[in-house]
């Protein structure tokens, strides 16, 4: 897309297009770091997180649509059938927002939409938004775009009231609160949103209730729709993303934690990364010798997103192009545009041994083995996209756990649109959240000594 963009006086360039109501994704919170910003500025290439302009200037920039963004699967959810009228349960992640409307007297959708957090051009991960707000007293601002977005969806159903489940600072920022000690330890939020309501332009908002910091209301509603509280057997559930959330246990109660995984799964802070958009190459795959891939929407590969690069590095650790250590002697090109260095590799073990660490401390924490568990749910969309033989093999996912995994798309929704709509479902909600109990890994010597561990993509033979 070509525009023309005027400053009167000197103006940072992602300032003067979110202005004018084109913002670009700063993945790093706009600190010059990773380079996702970048357009054409009167034809050359620049960062517009840290390129000022003044007077008139001719922009090209590519504009993010046609992702593959999934909202989950429309579930058959039974009513109290006591209230007529719409409703609508929104998931609100870091990186998606999706929505979904409802008949409240009998369950069923009348409507649907999943798009791109507005909130992208401030950071892709909850550590960058909460820096944007310290630093430029910007709560009001990153609330009123989320809030904006949200409603202008809803606003033609004339919903009664609406159920939102997100992390925890999202849906601190959502509610106008500052979410700042979040960041520092001990990580404590302003509230766990157990009794706190309040309104989006006079429609009540009830918000799903939240363990930790940083295990918040998307992951006690998935852990509602994942039906783990009413199981006698335990199971693992986990929400990967730029944190990676994770519960163990039934219905007898659960033990949660965090993990600062990084954006790496979501493309971010990765050479040719990006999200799950028409382009994307989202899977890579060796066959008769020759390594293969696909690209969403059928098209030119224009990079590579978070499931993508997990099979790239596990196909690349069958060829030996690299060892378990991570080594990569040299770049290795997939494409001609799409590629990847030894320091993608490096941020994809960072990320993943986050993840693997986190699942042996939890549960070590909870007394079980891999034979105890039952299933390991995966939630989320990237979820959806991943190999779950390929996440084994760098060991991001334990190999005893591999054969009982079940994908559940996006849990966070249907926890939230089971508690819009049933009376029974948003107490038991309420419950879950007293049932867990968090352990924190930050400044964890067992955590670190897992993760070291787990830096490798696999066990030496």
């Known amino acids: 897309m070509k525009l023309k963009l005027t400053a009167e006086r000197e103006t940072l360039l992602s300032e003067a297009l979110k202005n004018a109501g084109y913002p670009v994704s700063q993945p790093c919170g706009g600190n010059g770091k990773c380079g996702k910003c970048t357009v054409l500025l009167n034809g050359e290439p620049v960062r517009a997180c840290c390129t000022c302009i003044c007077g008139e200037n001719e922009i090209e920039l590519e504009v993010l649509s046609g992702g593959n963004i999934l909202g989950g699967g429309e579930d058959i959810i039974i009513p109290d059938a006591s209230e007529t009228g719409l409703g609508a349960a929104v998931d609100l992640g870091t990186t998606t927002v999706a929505i979904r409307i409802f008949d409240l007297e009998t369950g069923a959708v009348v409507a649907s939409r999943t798009d791109w957090n507005a909130q992208s051009p401030y950071g892709a991960d909850v550590i960058s938004r909460i820096d944007y707000i310290n630093k430029n007293n910007a709560l009001d601002e990153l609330s009123g775009v989320i809030r904006r977005q949200i409603f202008s969806f809803i606003e033609p159903f004339k919903v009664k009231r609406i ?80 944190n990676g959330e994770m519960g163990i246990g039934n219905r007898d109660g659960f033990t949660v934690c965090a993990v600062a995984s990084g954006p790496a799964f979501e493309g971010a802070e990765i050479s040719c990364g990006m999200p799950g958009l028409e382009g994307a190459v989202n899977h890579v795959y060796s066959e008769n010798g020759d390594i293969k891939y696909s690209v ?125 709509l049933n009376e029974k479902s948003r107490k038991e909600l309420f419950k879950i959240q007293k049932k867990c109990r968090y352990t924190e890994l930050s400044g964890s010597g067992r955590f670190s000594e897992e993760f070291i561990e787990h830096m490798m993509l696999g066990e030496e033979e």
């Not at 849906?171 to 706190?196: C, K, M, N, R, W």
């Not at 590095?313 to 990847?340: F, K, Q, W």
């Not at 390991?376 to 760098?394: D, P, Q, T, V």
């Open 296 to 420: 969403i929407g059928d098209v030119l590969p224009k990079g590579i997103c978070g499931s993508g690069l997990i099979d790239l590095i596990a196909v690349l650790l069958e060829t030996e192009d690299i060892d378990i250590s991570g080594r990569l002697d040299e770049t290795y090109y997939l494409t001609e545009n799409v590629y990847l260095t030894g320091a993608d590799v490096r941020k994809l073990q960072l990320a993943k041994a986050a993840v693997r660490a986190g699942i042996s401390v939890l549960m070590e924490e909870s007394g079980l083995d891999f034979e105890d568990i039952e299933h390991l749910y995966i939630s989320g969309g990237f979820g959806n996209y991943l190999n779950i033989e390929n996440a084994a093999k760098i060991d991001m996912l334990p190999v005893g756990l591999a054969g009982k995994t079940v994908l559940l798309g996006n849990t966070s929704l249907k926890g939230a649109s089971m508690a819009l």
């Open 163 to 242: 159920f939102l489940a997100g992390n925890t600072v999202m849906q601190h920022i959502f509610a106008g609160l500052s979410p700042s000690s979040i960041a520092v330890a001990p990580f404590t939020p302003v509230t766990l949103f157990e009794d706190f309501s309040d309104g989006l332009n006079g429609i009540p908002v009830t918000y799903a209730p939240c363990a930790a910091g940083y295990v918040g209301g998307d992951i006690t509603a998935g852990l509602l729709s994942s039906g783990m509280n009413r199981a006698e057997k335990p199971s693992l559930f986990i929400d990967i993303g730029t």
